[in-house]
């Protein structure tokens, strides 16, 4: 289950970072509100409290939002993005999910979000922007698996 809403995800966040031209039907909502209700499934499938999973879920609304560009100068910080869908997850500690679980969770997307972005941007990878995008929503599900 959790491959095919990670796929969902991915799908999701390419769709909502995409213009126009390459998707007709691109719109930012795809990503911003289809993402964290992705997430919000796969907590509340983990068996935990469901209030603080709608709590870190509208935090990861608030987080994907952002790619810190306002702090540094109109340039995209994919690692505090990674790291603010990261922290969501802080309300669950009080769900009884470990804190070293959510620290986990945190350091895999902001670190993987970024060292990609990294990689790509310094290589001039081709389809960076699809590669990236599509690995941000499926990673953003995927490394939920740290907190069980």
Known sequence: MIIILSLISSILYRIGGAGKEEIPFANSQYRDIGCPVVVLIVLL????????????????????????????????????????????????????????????????????????????????????VWIEECFRGAVIVLALLALS
């Open 45 to 128: 499938s983990m068996g935990l409290t469901w209030y603080l999973c709608l709590l870190s879920a509208l935090l990861v609304l608030c987080f994907i939002r952002t790619y810190w560009d306002f702090v540094y100068k109109n340039h995209d910080n994919m690692y505090l993005h990674g790291f603010g869908i990261g922290i969501s997850m802080i309300p669950l500690a009080w769900s009884g999910v470990a804190w070293l679980n959510i620290v986990a969770y945190t350091s895999i997307v902001a670190l993987s979000v970024g060292v990609l972005n990294t990689i790509c941007t310094r290589y001039c990878v081709k389809y960076s």
